[in-house]
């Protein structure tokens, strides 16, 4: 009885107060959509291993939950986009590239393990074209 009482008044209170359910979430993520309806990063991500998956996953919680981060976790890559930056095993490096949309979801653009010290500029040119369609598509 009590528990039903206590999720109805607290559901109550976020429809009253306009809350969004983001969990706490200040930036929280989604993936970015091609036209035709693929999820690149979200291809990426089921390709590792899952506890390759799991590292990068807990870093994007973290910019969710805390943004904005700043280092080690997160860096600004210019033309607002930023990087996370997850460290796996076997001495790699993973990176996944998002921006920040006007509705204040984190839209994550693209993935790659790094086998540079400096990030490839294919890379970052890939996740600017990908900000432009998703900005375009958002107006």
């Not at 996953?57 to 990087?83: H, N, Q, Y």
């Amino acid at each position: 009885m009590y528990r039903r009482w206590y999720t109805t008044e607290v559901r109550e209170k976020r429809k009253s107060a306009h809350e969004p359910e983001s969990q706490g979430k200040r930036a929280p993520a989604i993936f970015y959509r091609t036209e035709a309806g693929g999820e690149p990063v979200r291809d990426w991500l089921k390709g590792l291993s899952q506890d390759d998956r799991k590292r990068i996953g807990e870093d994007i919680k973290t910019v969710e939950f805390g943004w904005p981060v700043g280092m080690p976790v997160c860096k600004p890559m210019g033309e607002g986009i930023c990087e996370v930056r997850t460290s796996l095993t076997q001495n790699r490096i993973a990176r996944a590239l998002f921006y920040i949309d006007k509705k204040g979801r984190m839209v994550l653009l693209h993935g790659f393990i790094k086998k540079t010290q400096k990030t490839p500029s294919e890379d970052l040119d890939l996740a600017k074209g990908n900000k432009a369609k998703h900005q375009r598509g958002l107006q």
